[in-house]
């Protein structure tokens, strides 16, 4: 499925994405492509385009062929989803805890669709941080 969601191929291409998209929430999508976490994200991304296209818009990028995000980031894990709006990172915060990144593989349609719905929704108040629907942190347990 990722061959349907635009891949962003370079650091200038990231940073443009993060600069230029406006009015919409930009969701971008670290990983690899061949990873089984990335592919299950991806089938659900493209599933739900669609239904958000009109306030949030969805990038890949491929946290070894774009390396330099990786410390920036902290991007340590095999897949992992940070939204941006109007130029600025936001926040996820689930239950307890903040993030600066979602590394959830979200499995639900609806429950991604409602994560989006309410980044959008507070990010449009000038919040740049919002509460996740859903406490996912005891989701996996180590």
């Not at 650091?11 to 492509?33: K, P, W, Y």
């Not at 995000?69 to 689930?94: A, G, Q, W």
């Amino acid at each position: 499925m990722s061959a349907c969601l635009s891949h962003l191929t370079n650091v200038s291409e990231v940073d443009q994405a993060i600069l230029t998209e406006d009015g919409r929430v930009l969701i971008l999508r670290f990983g690899a492509d061949w990873d089984p976490t990335c592919k299950a994200m991806d089938e659900l991304l493209h599933s739900i385009s669609d239904t958000i296209k009109n306030f949030a818009v969805i990038y890949l990028v491929d946290n070894i062929q774009v390396p330099e995000f990786n410390r920036i980031y902290e991007l340590y894990d095999p897949c992992t989803i940070m939204f941006f709006y109007r130029s600025k990172h936001i926040v996820v915060n689930r239950s307890n805890s903040s993030s600066r990144k979602s590394i959830w593989a979200v499995e639900d349609k609806q429950e991604m669709i409602d994560i989006v719905e309410t980044v959008y929704r507070d990010t449009r108040k000038g919040r740049e941080s919002t509460m996740s629907l859903k406490d996912f942190t005891s989701k996996y347990k180590f």
